[in-house]
Every structure is written in structure tokens, then in C-alpha cells.
């Protein structure tokens, strides 16, 4: 190691080292790639949030309980990617793996914060479907944009107090046997395992925030929609059933491309040991695939935003032709 990544600064007991160092992908030859693979996401993953963010904010026939939820799914994906993404080129692209301890920790609170928020949001779409299915004509009562608002401000406020909260307490461990963190990003568990003093309660926040964050909400969406698919069973007609269920398409692709890969990575971890490259690979693709796929499957699930895009394709070759001719 050299000697920045040698040198710590003690406070009250507690040493803190002025960098870590990342790891990142080791032994595998062409790994760089890889990296281009991953920042290759990133570019349509921020194109196409991007569009979605600006056409749900300008056209005021999108400002619907339903497209809030869209949005705020939107924002969370676009500042998980930038949280992520760039700066995985920076360190291993341009082969500057070093970081900061004030900026491993910014690092850290970025990418859980959208990350965590991901998950919320589809909660609250299920949330959004299981009251547009079983309860239709109270929707417009219970589920409107002033709740919707509430929720969403709720949520991301206690979302970023207690992300907040579990990377504060990163500063009460003192690190004195290395700084290499065995990941591609400041990831909390691999960094508080470096501690060599009690980090007790650090394991207790990363298994509470699991459960706030991964198991309580696949539970609450598994459970919405059995009573979704319960009120369906009520419908006399195969066609009416079908046409309620179609308008939970897109969300149930949502909630197959955020839980499943995480799902799998778990599985296949808890049956056979995963290696630090393999386990790097499975959840950066995790985090990357999701908030790629995400705008596709709002394009392509949704006939308004659909439409609007193809509005304004065509009005932009109409241009081009008046001018060409």
C-alpha cells in the first residue's frame, strides 16, 4: 500500500483513515469492459428517467396519483445511477481507486438513499393498484395528489434520517487494521466489517434497514396483490378480469426487475459460497439493470406516455421536412 493509503488521523481513540481504498473487480483481465458495460447502462438509464421525469412534469394530464408514483420511482432510479455509476468510472476507468472518508461516507448515504427509495415507491404503487382494483369507486377519495404528496414527503424524509442515521454511526468505529474495502463503491457492510472495535449495533441497522427495505415491502406487495387477484376471482368475465389485471403489468415488471435479481443473489449466496468477484458482478447489476429497464417498461406499459412521445416524434419530422423542403 502506499503511503496515502497508510496514513490515518486519530481522534479520542477513534482512527479514521484519511482514504480507502476500493478494490473493485481483481484478477480478471479486461475488467475495464466491464465498466464501459456498466456505464453504458448508465447513459440510457439517465436518458430515459430523464425523458420520463420531463414528461410526466410538463404535461398536466400526467399529474395523476399513478404518474406521481411514476415520477418519484423515475427520480429515485436517476439519482441511484449518478450516485453509482460515475463515480465506479472514476476509480476504476481512470484507475484512481482511492477515496476519502468524507466522501466514501457521501458516497454511501447517496446510493442507499435512492436504492432504499426504490423499493418504498413500489410499495406505494401497489398500494396505488390494490385500491384502484378492490375499492374503484372510493379511489378517487382515498388515493389522490394531496395524499400521494404527503406520502412521498413522508417517506423520503424518514428514508433520508435514517439512511443518515446508519452511515453517522460509520464514524464511531476506528479502522487500524486496513482501509481496502473488498467492493466497487462504499458499501456500508463491507466497510464496517473493517472496524476493529464493537460493531454490534452497525449489524443490527444493516439486518433492521434489510427488513425496512428489501423484506417488509416484498411482503406488503406480495399481500396487495392477493387481494388484488381475490376481487379479480369476483369479476364475472374472463375480459373484465383481464382488463383490471392489464393495468397492473407494468408495476408487477417493475417489482420483477428490482426484487428478483436481489432475490436470486441471495439464493444462490445462501447455497454456495460467492467469490468477491462474483458477488460484485451480481449486485452491480442489481443496481444498474433496474433503473435501465425501468422508463422501457413505462413506455411500452403506458398508452399516455406512449402517445405523447409519438406526438412529438412526429411533429419533430414535420419540422425537419418543412425545413429540408
Known amino acids: 500500500m502506499s503511503s496515502v493509503s497508510e496514513s490515518f488521523s486519530e481522534n479520542n481513540s477513534i482512527v479514521h483513515p484519511e482514504y480507502f481504498f476500493i478494490t473493485g473487480l481483481s484478477g480478471i483481465p479486461y475488467s475495464t469492459y466491464y465498466y464501459i458495460f456498466l456505464f453504458f447502462l448508465y447513459i440510457i438509464a439517465v436518458i430515459g428517467n430523464s425523458v420520463v421525469l420531463f414528461i410526466i412534469a410538463v404535461d398536466q394530464n400526467l399529474h395523476s396519483p399513478k404518474y406521481f408514483g411514476m415520477f418519484y420511482l423515475a427520480l429515485a432510479d436517476f439519482g441511484e445511477t449518478n450516485a453509482l455509476i460515475p463515480n465506479i468510472m472514476k476509480i476504476f476507468v481512470f484507475d484512481s481507486q482511492y477515496i ?21 415507491t413500489l410499495v406505494v404503487l401497489a398500494y396505488d393498484r390494490f385500491i384502484a382494483i378492490c375499492f374503484p369507486l372510493r379511489y378517487h377519495a382515498i388515493v389522490n395528489n394531496t395524499v400521494m404528496s404527503l406520502v412521498f414527503l413522508v417517506l423520503w424524509t424518514f428514508n433520508g434520517c435514517l439512511v443518515a442515521l446508519v452511515v453517522s454511526l460509520i464514524k464511531r468505529l476506528s479502522f487500524c487494521k486496513t482501509n481496502m474495502i473488498p467492493s466497487y463503491y462504499c458499501d456500508h457492510g463491507p466497510v464496517f466489517r473493517l472496524a476493529c472495535n464493537d460493531v454490534s449495533i452497525n449489524v443490527f441497522m444493516a439486518k433492521l434497514c434489510t427488513a425496512l427495505y428489501f423484506v417488509a415491502p416484498f411482503l406488503i406487495i406480495v399481500l396487495s396483490y392477493l387481494g388484488i387477484f381475490l376481487s379479480l376471482s369476483k369479476i364475472t368475465t374472463w375480459e373484465g378480469r383481464f382488463k383490471a389485471l392489464k393495468t397492473c403489468v407494468y408495476h408487477l415488471l417493475l417489482v420483477g426487475s428490482f426484487f428478483l435479481p436481489i432475490i436470486c443473489i441471495y439464493m444462490v449466496a445462501f447455497v454456495i459460497y460467492l467469490t468477491p468477484n462474483a458477488r460484485i458482478i451480481s449486485t452491480s447489476l442489481a443496481y444498474s439493470v433496474p433503473p435501465m429497464l425501468n422508463p422501457i ?20 419530422s414535420t419540422q425537419i421536412e418543412s425545413v429540408s423542403n
Not at 100 to 120: D, I
Not at 297 to 316: G, P, Q
Open 100 to 120: 476519502s472518508f468524507n466522501a466514501c461516507l457521501a458516497n454511501m448515504f447517496f446510493v442507499h438513499f435512492f436504492s432504499t427509495m426504490q423499493s418504498v
Open 297 to 316: 417498461i413505462y413506455v411500452l406499459n403506458t398508452a399516455e406516455i406512449k402517445e405523447l412521445i409519438r406526438k412529438y416524434l412526429k411533429k419533430r
